[in-house]
């Protein structure tokens, strides 16, 4: 017993004649880091895949890329983008406004307000936006006339028929949106410290300031990366306006290929190519107004 | 002396956790009074009952001539609006353990959020909220945001904030309890200083001695209910009741 | 309800004002014909075809003994609105956006126009996607639906109709296809085959499929979003032919001639079963009291030579009816 207890002391103590001289030589040079062959084998797979993908964008015929120049600032087709963005524009707007009404009230104290804000989200979030611009355009005929009035009193109501198309797009595109965002609103607004609805009440900053200048501000820090990819889904989801019969980017493309159906493929790409630019439009937007409310985060 | 806040049968409870059984307590104007007592207590309870931000279950609070957050109608206490209850805490400064300063807002923009909110005009605001920083030491930090400051700035500015309507009363809700160790002198300092000023601070703190150097008057608080108070040679330094000596023990 | 009327109203004695402005004006013209109760207008049919029609002018005067008969909202309103069910995508040579790449084409429209000039009233063009043009008959946002109908049973339960055209239907495969058709549903056995959904064609379709599994043989049906994605998939074998409108399919054919992948028609059937001839008609809601108008003002072409030079424009002479009827008997209820 006694000996094993002392081995290691006494070998602690003693240098190690044979293995410490290198080891010495080695304590100022750098450590080299872990090989990781699998890696640079998925790197180089993912390279030739990508290399031969972009070699077929150019040396295959049917992509046609000749015609893409005709299409590419083509009036129609500049239309088609013109009504892309008014009505992601407007609806991206009235959708956010909407939500934080809706987010308001799932997170109100009073009961009637809180279960009518979840009904609306059910309900919206459950029918598909092409049901509902299907519905929105049958209007005139479930309803020849929409109001508001005192029960029995005096109505204001003016006939669904007269109903722009555009307002009719918007509104469908508002009313599925505005579920989805006031559920990223509501994220957000829990998202905030209860301490700072706290620090507001102490203070006695009236209640609709502590909303707008001290909740909001901070709950759109994280509002803002959700909210835009609602916005991005919008852009795109703009395409089934053609139900309430507008043409939006790809209505446009869908419609001119059919008079020229050589051309569908070079009016794919084009659409794409819109997409695309419009997408990052909107990404350099977020990354400025992001870096708006990250103000303050950093130390 | 006066009375600064009267407490009459301070009752409270969290689903089936009765956390405050009736507390009557009376603080005299200009005075500092240190509530004492283990956690779960119920003494922040107490404390944010003040100014309304716990609604009682039962009894009432009266700060100056005012009843808070309620008033009498028919014979019966009912809430106040809204509107009546954020006038009343704007008179009374308040001061939390985890500061809540608002991040998205510079030091100085703190400070004046409410003076402005409540209709100061803004450039009044401004060099009142220079003036309240000056004070607390911080006269170089106006345009940082928060999270740029250590702790102990942090809590000096949010002392600064709750001064900002020169309240008569200043409620602190462990002020030092989020610091680390070397940043409490400087914030215990800043409210020593408001001590001497005529203002009455009511301090719930596990600083015995802060307590001890600066209270008035102590209060011992367990399980809802006042233990023991008195002065702090009373109660610190010449415990009573058991409960009280055990938990000095664990603290000192 | 009654303010809508009211609105209609107010727009069409605007209307009127504008018409009888430009009545004016031609009447102050020299050179212009001596003025008679009926006015003649010339209609440009075949225009912005991209190629299939030839640009013509017709004369039509309005034919005050038909215009007479048309419900009074109608002429009060002095325009003819048209519901058009080519969103997205169009079928030339039937209803698609012309060259200019704005104006609504095709010999289904070029007829509106024709009708609307026998009316005297001024043709407007709303284009939907296929459902919502009988949405918009049903809810009276268009007077008529003109786009390639099929006249059938169960339509007839919502809509009247009056007839203006043969409905000939064809299967269009790639020309390195030697399949036929042959009139025989026998010879889809095994085959892929694509069909708009809700059309006429799909169920006549469906019920050749019900047929062959009956007789143990099989029958694949697809459907696409429009003709341009069903287009690709005939293009990349993914179905053996699509189902679809005569026209369509010669329009298509041509276009493609000189293309990467050129198809051909492989054989035809009539729009009404094996039994009828199908027929293509103007759709009115039921008990507009329209359908009979149109059928005088379709007739009033056939017998001064309109009706002829606007199937000669547009190369549909194979799909001319003798006389537009109402409501003529259609692909029965029991093959739907």
């Known amino acids: ?26 304590a100022t040079s750098r450590v080299v880091p872990l090989r990781r062959p699998g890696q640079w084998i998925a790197t180089l797979v993912v390279l030739v895949l990508l290399v031969n993908f972009g070699q077929t964008l150019f040396s295959n015929p049917h992509w046609e890329w000749a015609k893409v120049p005709e299409w590419i600032f083509h009036k129609s087709i500049l239309k088609g983008i013109g009504l892309t963005l008014q009505a992601t524009a407007i609806a991206a707007v009235v959708s956010f406004i909407g939500g934080v009404v809706v987010a308001l009230g799932r997170l109100s104290r009073n009961r009637f307000l809180k279960t009518i804000s979840w009904g609306y989200v059910w309900l919206f979030r459950s029918v598909p936006l092409i049901l509902i611009l299907i519905f929105l355009f049958n209007l005139p005929n479930l309803y020849p006339s929409i109001g508001i009035g005192i029960p029995f009193g005096p109505q204001l109501a003016i006939p669904t028929i007269s109903v722009d198309p555009l307002a009719l797009g918007v509104i469908g595109l508002s009313l599925s949106e505005i579920a989805y965002s ?27 300031r502590q909303f707008m ?82 103000r303050g985060a950093r130390r | ?94 001061v939390f353990q985890n500061f809540n300063l608002f991040p998205h807002l510079t030091i100085l923009e703190n400070v004046t959020e409410a003076p402005i909110a409540l209709g100061t005009p803004a450039a009044e605001a401004r060099e009142l909220g220079r003036t309240l920083l000056a004070r607390v030491g911080l006269t170089d930090k106006e345009g940082a945001y928060p999270r740029q400051l250590s702790g102990g700035q942090q809590q000096r500015v949010a002392i600064a904030r709750a001064l900002a309507f020169d309240p008569e009363l200043i409620l602190f809700d462990e002020p030092t309890s989020a610091l680390d160790p070397e940043l409490v002198g400087e914030v215990l300092g800043v409210i020593k200083s408001l001590a001497g000023s005529g203002r009455t601070l009511i301090v719930v703190t596990h600083e ?39 938990f000095l023990s664990k603290v000192l | ?119 005297g009233l001024q043709p407007e063009f709303k284009p939907s996607t296929w459902d919502n043009l009988f949405v918009g008959i049903d809810t009276g946002a268009t007077n008529v639906g003109l786009s390639n109908i099929t006249d059938t049973e169960k339509r007839k339960e919502k809509y009247d109709f009056a007839s203006y055209r043969g409905d000939n239907l064809g299967f269009e495969v790639l020309k390195s296809n030697d399949w036929e058709f042959d009139g025989d549903y026998e010879n889809l056995d095994g085959l892929t085959v694509a069909v708009g959904a809700g059309t006429n064609q799909e169920k006549l379709l469906l019920a050749w499929q019900e047929k062959l599994q009956a007789e143990g043989k099989s029958l694949e049906i697809s459907y696409f979003a429009d003709s341009n994605s069903t287009y690709l998939a005939l293009n990349s074998g993914q179905i053996d032919a699509y189902f679809t409108p005569n026209p369509g399919i010669a329009y298509h054919v041509s276009q493609t001639a000189d293309s990467a992948d050129p198809t051909r028609n492989a054989g035809t059937f009539s729009g009404a079963g094996e039994t009828l001839d199908g027929l293509i008609a103007a759709t009115v809601k039921k008990d507009s009291g329209l ?21 000669a424009t547009w190369g549909l002479e194979n799909e001319a009816v003798e006389k537009s009827l109402v409501n003529p008997p259609g692909l029965p209820l029991d093959n739907q």
């Open chain 1, 1 to 26: 017993m006694t000996s094993t207890l002392h081995t290691p002391v006494a070998e602690a103590v003693e240098p190690r004649p044979v293995a410490v001289a290198p080891l010495a030589s080695l």
């Open chain 1, 182 to 208: 006031s559920e990223v609103v509501r994220s957000g607004i829990l998202s905030v410290d209860q301490g700072q609805h706290e620090a507001a009440k102490a203070l006695g900053i009236p209640r609709v």
């Open chain 1, 213 to 294: 200048r001290i909740v909001l501000p901070q709950a759109l820090r994280s509002i803002v990366p959700s909210y835009v990819n609602q916005v991005i889904g919008l852009l795109k989801a703009s395409s089934l306006l053609i139900y309430v019969s507008l043409l939006d980017l790809f209505g446009q493309v869908q419609r001119l290929s059919s008079t020229y159906p050589t051309d569908i493929i070079p009016l794919l790409v084009v659409a794409t190519l819109w997409y695309l630019a419009l997408t990052s439009a909107i990404s350099i937007v977020q990354y400025y107004v992001e870096r708006y409310y990250a």
């Open chain 2, 1 to 94: 002396m006066s009375i600064a806040v009267e407490i009459h049968n301070a009752t409270k409870s969290f689903a089936d956790n009765r956390v405050l059984r009736g507390i009557d307590l009376t603080v005299r104007k200009g005075t500092v009074t240190v509530i004492l007592g283990p956690s779960g207590s119920g003494k922040s309870t107490l404390l944010r009952a003040i100014n309304h931000l716990e609604k009682l279950d039962e009894g009432y609070v009266v700060v100056g001539e005012e009843l808070i957050g309620v008033r009498v109608q028919n014979g019966r206490l009912k809430e106040l609006r809204e509107k009546e209850i954020l006038r009343q805490r704007s008179r009374i400064g308040f």
């Open chain 2, 208 to 246: 015995i001695g802060f307590a001890r150097e600066v209270g008035d008057w102590v209060v011992f608080l367990d399980d809802g209910v006042i233990v023991e108070q008195g002065t702090p040679d009373e109660v610190i330094d010449h415990p009573k009741h058991q409960r009280t000596q055990d």
């Open chain 3, 1 to 119: 309800m009654s303010s809508p009327q009211r609105l209609t109203r107010i727009g069409g004695a605007v209307i009127t004002a504008a018409l009888i402005a430009g009545l004016a004006a031609c009447a102050a013209d020299p050179s212009a014909e001596p003025a008679s109760s009926d006015t003649n207008s010339t209609v440009t049919i075949g225009a912005f075809s991209n190629g299939v029609a030839t640009e013509t002018s017709v004369e039509v005067p309005v034919v005050e003994d038909i215009r007479s008969t048309l419900p009074k909202e109608v002429l009060d309103s002095g325009k003819l609105v048209i519901g058009i069910g080519d969103l997205p995508s169009g079928f030339p040579p039937l209803a698609y956006v012309g060259d200019d790449d704005e104006t609504e084409t095709g010999s289904e429209s070029d007829l509106g126009r024709l009708v609307a000039a026998v009316f």
């Open chain 3, 291 to 311: 359908a009979e108008p149109f059928a005088a003002a379709i007739n009033y072409l056939i017998e001064n030579g309109q009706y002829d030079t606007w199937l």
